[in-house]
T-cell receptor, first 113, second 116 residues
Framework: AQSVTQLDSQVPVFEEAPVELRCNYS??????LFWYVQYPNQGLQLLLK??????LVESINGFEAEFNKSQTSFHLRKPSVHISDTAEYFC???????????FGAGTRLAVHP | GAVVSQHPSWVICKSGTSVKIECRSL??????MFWYRQFPKQSLMLMAT?????????EQGVEKDKFLINHASLTLSTLTVTSAHPEDSSFYIC????????????FGDGTRLSIL
């Protein structure tokens, strides 16, 4: 069965510092991987996705994630965070298509001035 | 593009009443819609998956008679919480996706349901 583990429930960081949010998954078949961001009292916004091809995917706001098949990881990184990046970040996996998404528990990124 | 509108955003009602939540895809055809429930500071729990024109598929442990889902068109799905009780209070989020490989789920802004 699929599962997603986000190793850090909270990540505090100072503004302009780099950050990495970790995500590991388990699956017996090929997967599609996603990162979503959730601001307070809102739904989820797609940040980036990995379907196939290049293992490094980027979003328009400076985040990137790298798919590592051997380590079954899809960690999210940003070289310099802003206060506005404070939010909950969810890693999710879907097996072989776009049916169910299995979400990790989420990581609360708190950016401090 | 790919906007999903969820209404209402917040509802408070008395115990025993039924509440309907709407989820609309505004600029694409949603062949599949999903309903999630999220408890405070927790992840999303998938409640059910609905394909347009078909009966919804409920996840284990979700009462289908309690949470009625209708997906009558390619742009609208509704979730009705019947005879709501305080334990049904939660944040409900819908998502929608169009058909085809490479189509991600797009999420609504959620509905905060409070049952008094």
């Amino acid at each position: 069965a699929q599962s997603v583990t986000q190793l850090d429930s909270q990540v505090p960081v100072f503004e302009e510092a780099p950050v990495e949010l970790r995500c590991n998954y388990s699956s017996s078949v090929s997967v599609y991987l996603f990162w979503y961001v959730q601001y307070p009292n809102q739904g989820l916004q797609l940040l980036l996705k990995y379907l196939s091809g290049s293992t490094l995917v980027e979003s328009i706001n400076g985040f990137e994630a790298e798919f590592n098949k051997s380590q079954t990881s899809f960690h999210l990184r940003k070289p310099s965070v802003h206060i506005s990046d404070t939010a909950e970040y969810f890693c999710a996996v879907s097996e072989g298509g776009y049916n169910k998404l299995i979400f990790g528990a989420g990581t609360r990124l708190a950016v401090h001035p | 593009g790919a906007v999903v509108s969820q209404h209402p955003s917040w509802v408070i009602c008395k115990s025993g009443t039924s509440v309907k939540i709407e989820c609309r895809s505004l600029d694409f055809q949603a062949t599949t819609m999903f309903w999630y429930r999220q408890f405070p500071k927790q992840s999303l729990m998938l409640m059910a998956t609905s394909n347009e024109g078909s009966k919804a598929t409920y996840e284990q442990g979700v009462e289908k008679d309690k949470f009625l889902i209708n997906h009558a068109s390619l742009t609208l799905s509704t979730l009705t919480v019947t005879s709501a009780h305080p334990e049904d209070s939660s944040f409900y989020i819908c998502s929608a996706r169009s058909q085809g490989v490479g189509q991600p789920q797009h999420f609504g802004d959620g509905t905060r349901l409070s049952i008094l």
